[in-house]
């Protein structure tokens, strides 16, 4: 691995804002030549961040997004044969039928490994995928290499790509495969840390609204048994609507008046709730 | 280097595997951690996998470094140690005495509450902490007296902190909420859930059948004849009846009806009924169970392949279950005793189960739960009880 690259080290970042620890970790991880395994509530940034490292490195990155019923060959690479069995039969393309290679697509973490860069390889949403999977993929990720059956030929990683694994926490992972991994929980933002993001996603936005805003968004989480709380990505778009609406007032906020709600929560119930807890409020 | 520290999160009930304590030592060796700090997030980060034991790691990484006490014990701690004072005071008074270095007859006036108080407040009173020791109080000592427990400690209470920011940042205990266990979140019972998969093959053909494939391009002589499938999609049909009179199940209604709403969409169909205790003439449809009754011989030309889940503490007046006017309720009068009408919903629908947010252990004090669980396979509403149904009700 040229040198360059191996000495980069990630601080600072365009979009995301990155408190030191994230950062510390991520360092460790990347010198330990660890995967770096991130939970959290969704929308806390865990699959931000993975383009913020690859931003910041500037790294090709490459996401494997996980699905439920994946196996993990798809991952690695895919021997094509209906194109293979299409072209033996109509012999119209350029590829030779007999050299099976022809036929064979590297999956995502085939092409981290046969990259000539280093790249940042996301796999996102880990926890979706069944166990056996998971395990698996990371003996292929240990190693550094896996077997194409059909050619019998090794790929092995040119370089190491730096790995991020997101995970939902929907369940919870195998212990095996936590042992290999580095391991950080994001946590919601507190209100400081959120006035920062909101800084830099909106850059002229006012203090004023901002700061309304934000309150207004802790008090909407805060109401108690919602569904599924509002989280960052929910709030960025909520300001964004606020900012388009001309008719908007800062002072609305102010009064525990939210405009747009919608656009805070996705769950019927969830908002009838909250337009509850806003009336009982207005009245006293 | 920092064994102890390593032990110490082990005894606390972290898992920490010895491998990764390895993987921190490599860390340790190339340079990376250079100030507590870093020796904070990057132990952290390699050392612990879960969010629920950070809250802990920020005790144990606050005492380790500065002393101060991991809180949590305290309280009940003392109580312990106290009641073993006592017990052993029982025992041998004389001994207690000769180490309290107080005279025996001043304690043997005191009543059992009075000693255990009077212990209490010596236990508070010892400000320095001595494991091993040969004082009287301590952990693991000597002394005739004392705990024999695990506190990490000693008795020592609070701490004294330097600004340490790592340590100061492991005091916050930002983790706490994360700490706790819940019961029963939707997000785990959504994952026990899924599990509960009927698939049959639905939608559009987009699938090769590469064995029908192969034969029939050989039957073709050669001439490719590709042939498309459909998909395997999910596609079962749910009965859910929940049991939603009485305070006992109040917990319970919301989050599995929401929960089983939730997984909507992965079933063919899904039905929710209402009913207080148990199962008369009908089960209803509506939460108030007056306005739109189902007549439970109605399920009979249902498809027996739909999975039934009753949901219920099956606790109730035997006679509500046998007798044959047994219901609460003055209007409902069928002439079944309800234990028959369950019966017959338990061979219309053989794959069947009765969840029961009541602790398994308490079952056979309930004559009724008893009864029932002889109709219907019953599972502790529970992850656990959760996951067994669930594989239950998968068995064709």
């Known amino acids: ?284 | 280097m920092f064994i102890n520290f390593f032990y110490k999160l082990k005894e606390v009930g972290i898992p920490v595997s010895p491998t990764s304590f390895l993987i921190f030592h490599k860390a340790l060796a190339k340079g990376l951690i250079n100030s507590l700090d870093d020796f904070y997030t990057s132990s952290r980060s390699i050392l612990i996998k879960n969010e629920r034991y950070f809250d802990l790691f920020d005790q144990v990484f606050a005492y380790h470094f500065e002393g101060v006490e991991i809180p949590e014990y305290d309280a009940a701690e003392i109580d312990e140690t106290a009641k073993a004072l006592l017990e052993q005071w029982l025992k041998d008074p004389a001994d207690i005495a000769r180490a309290l270095g107080i005279d025996e007859s001043v304690l043997s006036k005191l009543t059992p509450d009075e000693l255990i108080e009077y212990f209490k407040e010596r236990l508070k009173e010892q400000t320095e902490r001595h494991d091993g020791g040969n004082k009287w109080i301590g952990t693991k000592g000597t002394s005739p007296v004392g705990h024999s427990g695990t506190h990490p400690g000693g008795m020592r209470v609070g701490g004294v902190s330097q600004n340490k920011s790592a340590v100061k940042v492991a005091m916050e205990r930002r983790y706490k909420d994360y700490s706790q266990e819940g019961p029963l979140t939707q997000a785990m019972m959504g994952e026990a859930l899924k599990k509960l998969k009927n698939l049959i093959p639905a939608g559009a053909k987009d699938i090769i059948d590469i064995d029908e494939t192969i034969y029939q391009t050989m039957k073709n002589a050669g001439e490719i004849e590709i042939i498309f499938k459909r998909g395997l999609k999910d596609r079962l049909k749910v009965i859910l009846a929940i049991d939603n009179g009485g305070w006992s199940m109040d917990p319970y209604i919301s989050v599995v009806q929401s929960l089983f709403n939730h997984s909507r969409s992965r079933f063919k169909e899904l039905k929710t009924y209402f009913f207080h205790n148990t199962i008369y003439d009908s089960l209803w449809v509506d939460p108030g169970r007056h306005k739109v009754p189902v007549s439970i011989d109605k399920f009979a030309s249902k498809d027996p392949e739909t999975r039934l889940i009753i949901v219920g503490d099956a606790s109730m007046a035997p006679y509500e279950l046998m007798s044959r006017d047994g219901s609460i309720y003055l209007t409902h009068r069928s002439g079944i005793p309800s234990i028959e009408r369950l019966k017959s919903l338990s061979e219309i629908f053989p794959h069947c189960v009765w969840l029961n947010p009541v602790p398994i252990y308490m079952w056979h004090y309930t004559h009724t739960i008893v009864k029932i669980s002889k109709i219907f396979p019953m599972f502790e509403l529970s992850l656990d009880g959760l996951e067994k149904a669930v594989n239950y009700l998968k068995a064709k």
């Open chain 1, 1 to 284: 691995m040229p040198k360059n690259i191996s000495e980069k080290k990630f601080s600072k970042e365009s979009k995301y804002v990155l408190d030191e620890e994230i950062a510390k970790i991520v360092n460790i991880s990347m010198a330990l030549e660890m995967p770096l395994l991130l939970k959290g509530e969704p929308g806390t940034g865990k699959t931000m961040l993975a383009h913020a490292i690859a931003e910041n490195l500037e790294m090709p990155l490459i996401v494997l997004n996980v699905k439920s019923s994946m196996k993990l060959i798809e991952a690695l690479y895919q021997y094509d044969t209906l194109t293979r069995l299409n072209d033996s039969r109509f012999g119209d393309s350029n590829r030779d039928v007999s050299n099976i290679e022809e036929y064979i697509k590297m999956g995502k973490i085939g092409q981290a490994f046969t990259a000539e860069n280093r790249t940042v390889l996301l796999i996102d949403e880990i926890d979706k995928a069944d166990t056996d999977f998971q395990d698996d993929m990371l003996d292929v990720l240990d190693q550094m290499e896996f077997d194409i059956i059909e050619t019998d030929k090794t790929v092995s990683a040119n370089n190491r790509p730096v790995i991020i694994i997101t995970s939902n926490s929907k369940k919870d992972l195998s212990d095996p495969f936590l042992g290999r991994c580095n391991f950080h929980h994001i946590a919601f933002p507190d209100p400081k840390m959120m006035r920062k993001i909101i800084n830099v996603h909106f850059s002229d936005i006012s203090s004023d609204l901002a700061e309304n805003a934000i309150e207004a968004f802790y008090n909407v989480r805060n109401v108690e048994s919602l569904e599924k709380k509002p989280a960052t990505r929910e709030l960025i778009n909520w300001i964004r609507a606020l900012q388009t609406d001309p008719d908007f007032k800062t002072k609305k906020l102010a009064k525990g008046n939210i405009p747009y709600l919608g656009v805070l929560l996705k769950k019927s119930q969830d908002y009838a709730q909250v337009q509850n807890h806003i009336n009982r409020r207005r009245l006293f």
